[in-house]
C-alpha cells in the first residue's frame, strides 16, 4: 500500500529538518507558513525578507524600515515550527501548547518589556472582534475542557480541527500570539492525524476571519471546514513536486 501523501510529506519534512537542508519542502514549509501567519498578525517584512531571514539571518532592507518585533516574531515562528516537527505526534496538552508560545515569543523584547506572560497563559483580559475571550482566572479551566473534550477522541477530521481552532481562538489563552500558535496547532494536528496540511493565506486574511466569526458566533463550522479544505488543495499543489516520486 502506498504511503500517503501526508506520511510522505512528514517524513521528508523530519529529514530535511535534521540535515538543515534549506532546499526543499522543509525550507518551503518554514518560510510560507511563518510568512502568512506573522502577516496577518500585522507583520511587515516581504517574502523575500523572510526567506533571506530563515536562509541566512541576515536581511536586505527594500529601502523600507524594518521593525524589530517583526523580526524577532519571524524567528520566533522558525523556532515554533522545528518544535512542533519534533513533538507533532504528542497529544495536545498545556505544557505542548504553552511550549509553542514560549519558542515564539521568548525573543520578542516588546512582550517582555510589556510584562506579557511568555509561555504561560494571559494575566490580563484581551479582546478581539466581537466575542468575548476568557477571563485569565478562566483560561486554564477551559482549555482544559477543550483539550479533554477534543483529546478523547482516537483521530480526527478536518471538522474537528475547525472546531478546535474556533475555540482556542475564542478562549484566547494568551496576551498575544495565539492566532500563530493556533494556527501552528492545525498543522500539527494534521501531520499527526494524517490530514493534508494547510496555510492560511495572507490574501485570504478576511475569508479566514468571516469563517472563524460564524464558527465562534453561530457554532456553523462549515464555513471554517470549507476554506481550510480550499487552502488544503492550494498548499498539496505547491509541495507535491518537493516531494519523492510515489514508488510503483
Known amino acids: 500500500m502506498a504511503e500517503s501523501f501526508t506520511t510522505r510529506l512528514t517524513q521528508r519534512l523530519q529529514i530535511e529538518q535534521k540535515k538543515n537542508d534549506h532546499g526543499g519542502v522543509y525550507a518551503f514549509a518554514q518560510r510560507t507558513l511563518a510568512y502568512h501567519s506573522n502577516r496577518i498578525e500585522g507583520s511587515t517584512l516581504t517574502e523575500k525578507q523572510t526567506a533571506s531571514l530563515f536562509d541566512t539571518g541576515t536581511l536586505t532592507s527594500e529601502d523600507a524600515l524594518i521593525r524589530a518585533k517583526d523580526v524577532e516574531e519571524m524567528t520566533g515562528h522558525f523556532l515554533m515550527f522545528n518544535e512542533m516537527l519534533k513533538t507533532y505526534q504528542e497529544p495536545l496538552s498545556h505544557e505542548l501548547i504553552k511550549r509553542y508560545h514560549y519558542k515564539l515569543k521568548s525573543g520578542v523584547f516588546e512582550d517582555i518589556a510589556n510584562g506579557y506572560p511568555i509561555g504561560e497563559y494571559k494575566n490580563r483580559r484581551n479582546i478581539v472582534s466581537d466575542i468575548t475571550t476568557a477571563l485569565p482566572e478562566d483560561v486554564h479551566a ?66 479566514y476571519y468571516h469563517a472563524l466569526n460564524t464558527a465562534q458566533t453561530k457554532q456553523d463550522y462549515s464555513l471554517l471546514e470549507r476554506f481550510f479544505r480550499e487552502e488544503q488543495f492550494e498548499y498539496r499543489q505547491q509541495v507535491e513536486g518537493f516531494l519523492p516520486p510515489v514508488k510503483e
Open 142 to 207: 477551559r482549555m482544559t475542557t477543550l483539550l479533554d473534550e477534543y483529546n478523547a477522541a482516537d483521530k480526527h477530521d478536518l471538522h474537528g480541527l475547525a472546531k478546535f481552532h474556533a475555540d482556542y481562538e475564542a478562549i484566547h489563552p494568551f496576551q498575544d500570539g495565539n492566532g500563530r500558535t493556533g494556527r501552528l496547532i492545525l498543522f500539527k494536528e494534521c501531520l499527526k492525524n494524517d490530514i493534508i496540511p494547510f496555510v492560511v493565506n495572507d490574501s485570504r486574511k478576511a475569508e
